[in-house]
């Protein structure tokens, strides 16, 4: 042990001791520097009143390592060592001889070549005999020369140390040739590989570390000998990315600057199978406005690894009309090579016209293994003018209250009837109450929001509620080639659009105009009657003229006149009237048979029958009651005596609930609800009672004394 290791402390310590601790060290033999600190207690002083009891304070013990040795796996002494290791040990004991248990011994070698195992720290604690030990072991069957190997105990303020010089035979290791299962190996194949770590006189050593190597293909990047000296590995002749090895492949085995190599012969790899690979594909048909093109992919293999740079012919085998593949306007085959992945990719290219895609991929190798794509469809294009529909939970719903709410739909189809792409927007406006949310996107063509009651609420009880969507206009395909082209013409033209809330078909300064305008100035020319007549010429001239009005209904209007261009987009709209109504103030007019209000308002003991319409009250005098409200009639028989009948009543036309939806008509038309009760020996002096009683529970009754 050199002093420039020490501390400070244990230099000057060490300068008092030399004699002694050269005496110790000449007796040990195993290079043992013992050293057993002193107090150090300065200059003696008298005692003092600072509190002690004038004692003399205990020495704390000598802390020594007793021994140290370099023992193999049977516990023999030794002085070097070779591949197989040994154990260094040391006895750690106390002033008295007496071994002491649990203190630490930290281990460290002086050059590099020889590792210590066995604890991570590098460091252990004694047993209960004093010993601590440590295995310790060449990293290399060349590591060779002298080391010097120290333990440092420490317990306390105490410390011993150890060092112990000891030397590293190097080994002479030998490998054998390799010996490999099968020379012959398919694409992606694999065989067992071994061989052998002998010492110079063929005796096998065990924990030889090898390192192994493969221009291509897969194996251990190293490997150690078990206790029989042997090596055994596999070899698989495909990358770790699935690429396939091929032609001659060199394994090699080394270690230290011994080398033993063999070579395997791999074939080439066949493509033996085409699948394809791709997810569902669902397109619109050109210029429907979602997605231009998509991609389908098909994958090749042999056996069960994906081959890349193999042939594959591709062809379009069904397909509606104007679709193209591979390069935009190609419909014939064409040749493509996999990628790294084995993996050939073909874009779609959607025409005017839906249908089912089927594609084929063929082995150019083997013609005979091919695959068909699967689930590609061109399926939808853009709303057309006359595919949208507004559908309402109810439709008169109750203004005397806040939140009274129905869900209103959207669904929407192409000219073709098939939904729209999903995701399609509808903005919606209203005239009053709330629309939530102002939009929906559709899915499957359909899609959903909600209008309640709440201010501004419209004073004719009429709110005017409009849908609108991006799309196309209705047109009469003449050259039958399903797409609007030169010579086609609309069926109704159609410009701007605007939310009627008036109703009159015109529009008028103030009302809502859609944010989107064509800037157009032409005139929206009518060809309904030409479309009539494409679509059922055999109809009255009644029903004809009745579909026309219905379409300029619902689907042109609202429209600005002169707002029309000759271009196919348009903005679609959908306008539908919500009825408002009063649940708490209903009105009851009676009517003769033919609907007319009678003058008088009275029952006679003639009538035998009797018809009542019920309207909401308040501003709302010509709708209905809330969708939802009950309605029953009942009579009293108040006369009696010998000739007197017992009156009776049966409702015999009109609904006992106001329906869910209730046909708005136009503004000015009274929708109430009539109800027909048909009246048996009634007489003068009986009672006749309605009574409704809308959904938020608040009952009105109307009592008719029957009069002569």
Known sequence: MSYHSLPTSKLFQLTALTLSLALAGCGGGDG????????????????????????????IGALNISSSQLVDV??????????EGA????????????????????????????????????????????EARIFLKP???????????????????????????????????????????????????????????????????????????????????????????????????????????????????????????????????EATSIVYTANDLTLGIQGSGSSATGAVEFTVFSNTTPLANSEVILSLEKSPLGLTFGVLGNNQQFTARTDENGQVSVNIYPGTTPGPVEIKATLASDTRINALSKGISIASSRVTQDGISLSFGKNVLDWSLDGDSTPVVARLVDRNG????????????????KVSPASCNTADGECEVTFSTQNPRPGDGRVSLLAVAEGEKAYIDQNENNAWDEGDIFVHNIGDTFRDDNENGTFEIGEFTYPLTTQADQTC????????????????????????NNFIDNFVSPNKPMTCNTELDAIIRYERIQLLSSGNNPTFTLLNNIGIPLQSQIITEGDT?????????????????????????????????????????????????????????????????????????????DFFRVSVTSPNNVTTAVTYTIVN
């Open 32 to 59: 043992t520097d013992t050293i057993a600190p002193a107090p150090d207690l300065g200059v003696e002083q008298p005692d003092g009143d600072n509190g002690d009891d004038g004692g003399t304070e205990e020495p």
């Open 74 to 83: 049977d516990d023999n002494t030794i002085t070097s060592i070779g591949l």
């Open 87 to 130: 154990y260094y040990e040391v006895v750690v004991t106390d002033d008295n001889g007496q071994p002491l248990a649990n203190t630490k011994v930290t281990f460290s070698i002086d050059a590099p070549g020889v590792d210590l195992s066995q604890t991570t720290s590098g460091a252990t604690l004694t047993n209960s005999d004093g």
């Open 139 to 269: 990293n290399a069957p060349d590591v060779s020369g002298a080391y010097v190997i120290t333990a440092n105990a420490s317990n306390d303020d105490n410390t011993a140390i150890s060092n112990l010089t000891f030397l590293v035979q190097a080994t002479n290791v030998n490998l054998s040739a390799l010996q490999i299962t099968d020379l012959q190996l398919t694409a992606g194949g694999q065989t067992a590989v071994s061989l052998k770590t002998t010492d110079t006189s063929g005796n096998a050593i065990s924990g030889v570390l090898v390192n192994l190597n493969a221009a291509c293909g897969q194996l251990p990047e190293q490997v150690t000998s078990d206790e029989n000296g042997m090596i055994d590995f596999v070899y698989k002749a495909i990358n770790v990315d699935n690429t396939l090895c091929s032609g001659a492949v060199r394994i090699s085995a080394s270690t230290g600057s011994v080398t033993q190599s063999a070579s395997v012969s791999i074939q080439a790899p």
């Open 418 to 433: 098939n939904a729209v792409p999903d995701g399609t927007v509808v903005n919606f406006t209203a005239e009053g109450g």
């Open 525 to 548: 020319e009518n060809n309904v009657g030409q479309f009539i007549q494409l679509k059922f010429p055999s109809s009255s001239e009644q029903i004809k003229e009745a579909f026309e």
């Open 609 to 685: 029958r009797v018809n009542i319409r019920i309207n909401s009250g308040g501003f709302y005098e010509l709708n209905p009651m809330p969708s939802g409200t009950t309605i029953s009639g009942s009579v009293v028989d108040k006369t009696d005596g010998e000739d007197s009948g017992s009156c009776e009543v049966e409702m015999i036309g009109g609904p006992e609930e106001v329906p869910a939806i209730v046909s708005p008509g136009s503004p000015g038309d009274n929708t109430g609800t009539i109800n027909t009760y048909a009246l048996d020996q009634c007489e003068a002096g």
